[in-house]
């Protein structure tokens, strides 16, 4: 059954179901929200009646929803770029050491080419280990071959093992030692200048036991 209620705003006169009594609804003349009172009270007959269909459900307020959104699409961006930049750090990272090892390399062929122009003026001779760096660095002309790029320190980074020897009396000119960086690069490996002039990434423990083993005053053999 239907009956009539007053707007508690404009006081227009509106017609509902009893059944829904004490629901929420619009005012169809001054468009306020209205709560729907239980039946008997409303207003006199002789005003004119305004029937409603349905009564007016509560409008979702969207503001939280909205924000809601926005901080889920923003968490996924944030894991996206973190996941990212997870996957891609270790690999930046093995390139530039790799890049640093290139580098080193060619500090050392640099190195082994001054002392083969250095001995071709000294009757085949070999620089000695005390003054190597400065005998050579007349031939290459500058320091930077004799700083290694993954070294934490300023100094030089390479040790020498000749002492005056006759270039062409080395028997095993590709396997003798003639410096090494002292700077250990990915994976533990060293850079290694041969007597024939070739730079090698070596494995540091096989390095290390080639120099242990040399006799005093000889250059090591890599075998």
């Known amino acids: 059954m239907s009956f009539s209620f007053k707007c508690n705003h404009c006081g227009a006169l509106i017609q509902a179901e009893e059944s829904w009594a004490g629901g929420q609804t619009t005012c169809p003349v001054c468009s306020q929200s209205v709560i729907i009172p239980q039946p008997g009270q409303g207003a006199a007959p002789q005003q004119t009646i305004h029937v409603i269909t349905t009564p007016a ?5 969207s503001g939280g929803g909205v924000i809601t959104v926005l901080l889920i699409i923003v968490g ?12 891609l750090l270790p690999a930046i990272g093995k390139a530039r050491e790799k890049a640093r090892l290139v580098s080193c390399m060619n500090n050392m062929k640099q190195i082994g080419l001054g002392m083969i122009v250095f001995s071709n003026e000294h009757n085949d001779k070999l620089p000695k280990a005390d003054n190597c760096k400065e005998k050579i660095m007349e031939y290459i002309g500058s320091e930077i071959p004799f700083h290694c790029p993954s070294s934490k320190t300023s100094g030089d980074c390479y040790r020498f093992f000749v002492n005056g020897e006759k270039l062409y009396d080395c028997k095993k ?4 030692i003639v410096a090494i960086c002292t700077s250990t690069h990915s994976n533990k490996q060293v850079n290694v200048l041969f007597v024939d002039g070739h730079v090698g990434c070596e494995d540091k423990a096989k390095v290390d036991a080639a120099i242990q083993n040399a006799a005093p005053g000889t250059m090591p053999v890599l075998e």
């Open 57 to 61: 459900q509560p409008q979702a307020k």
């Open 173 to 176: 000119p590709s396997e003798t």
């Open 76 to 87: 996924i961006i944030v894991l996206l770029f973190v996941g990212g930049a997870a996957l």
